[in-house]
């Protein structure tokens, strides 16, 4: 004996898997940037952080810049590490050798110099 099925898919049920494919679309498509394209990314800092350290290398094109920097309590502990630098022009008026205050933000993960100057003496 063959049982045959004809089995028929609601209007209503087709309209909520349409649904949702057109809403996932956006996020499908979206495109990424290259890496090493030197763009800031637009995302909202997820933490600013203020801290002290000495300047030990300035990237050629003004994007980076490397810092022996103070612990950031709850954070860090004190190290030497490269800063990608929000603004090539922050960088303007700091050398290699420089004690600064600085301020950067984590972007999911990449670290951001957002604001730097002197450091006031300890």
């Known amino acids: ?9 609601s209007p209503a049920v087709l309209a909520t898997v349409a ?6 679309a956006p996020a499908c498509s ?10 800031v990314p637009t995302a909202a800092p997820s933490a600013t952080y203020t801290t002290r350290g000495k ?14 920097h103070e612990d950031i309590p709850g954070y860090m ?8 630098v929000a603004k090539p022009e922050l960088l303007r008026d700091v050398k290699v050798g420089d004690d600064v205050s600085f301020t950067f933000s984590d972007r999911d993960g ?6 730097i100057t002197p450091a006031p003496p300890k």
């Open 30 to 39: 979206r495109s990424q940037e290259p890496s090493g394209s030197g763009a």
């Open 19 to 24: 649904a949702v494919l057109l809403a996932a």
């Open 77 to 84: 502990k004190a190290m030497t590490m490269m800063f990608e």
């Open 1 to 9: 004996m063959r049982v045959i099925s004809s089995h028929r898919t």
């Open 110 to 115: 990449r670290l951001f110099v957002e604001s």
């Open 55 to 68: 300047v030990r290398a300035i990237g050629e094109k003004k994007d980076n810049i490397t810092i022996a």
